[in-house]
């Protein structure tokens, strides 16, 4: 943790995620418990939150308000590559018929800018906007495989590679071996490291408009996404869509 980070700030934002992560509205006894500081302090930052509109009470309970999608969608709408690849993921999707995302970089996580999922497709855990390890899934992979030499080691050295199945990657020599031949062929493939039964393939989108480093990817069970189906029919229209993306972006 950075020495120079605000105590407060943070007591506020856990306030705020916690909110969020309940599924039903939450007292203040029952919020201070969950983050660990005192009703007094809790009732404090709440009454912040509510007065600059990040937090609604509503019987004497609080839950978030939707002030944080209105950052969230104008914070996406920024981002040149969404505007230019959203449309070709919705029709990746569509032809692969699982679902498939839009991945970006900031600083050392990788995060789904925008999910489109299919009415038979996979639903993921994972929802637009979540920060996730770059090593556990294939649109992470490829990013990281994208990265410059510096980028990559300075992105390791801080990095944890927790497991989260029995197939993550873990250690640090295999997982630079894997970006090297994702480097090679220009795409990456994932298989039950984040998820079990959950296999995808991403590869990165190049030059990304001057923007955020991007990938793209389709992921779904083992059982439907597998053999030369994953591996050329799946990864051929992935390839094909990250090439259509970047002339839009580019005009290359």
Partial sequence: MSEYTVAATRTSLRILETLVESDDALGVT???ERVGVAKSVAHNHLSTLRACGYVVEKDGTYEPSLRTLNLG???R???TVYDGAREKVDALAEAT????TLFVLEADRGVPAY???VADGWSPEFRAGERMPLHLN???KSLLASLSEDRLTEILDRSDLTARTQATITDRDELEAELRRIRDNGFSFCRGE???GIVGVAAAVPNAGGDRTAAVGVCGPADRLNGRYLEEDITGQVLSTTKSIQVDLTGE
């Fill in 30 to 32: 029952a919020l201070s």
């Fill in 73 to 75: 969608v104008r914070t």
């Fill in 77 to 79: 709408a920024r981002t």
């Fill in 97 to 100: 018929g699982e679902t498939a």
């Fill in 115 to 117: 999910v489109s999922e």
């Fill in 138 to 140: 294939a649109p992470g």
């Fill in 194 to 196: 984040q998820f079990e």
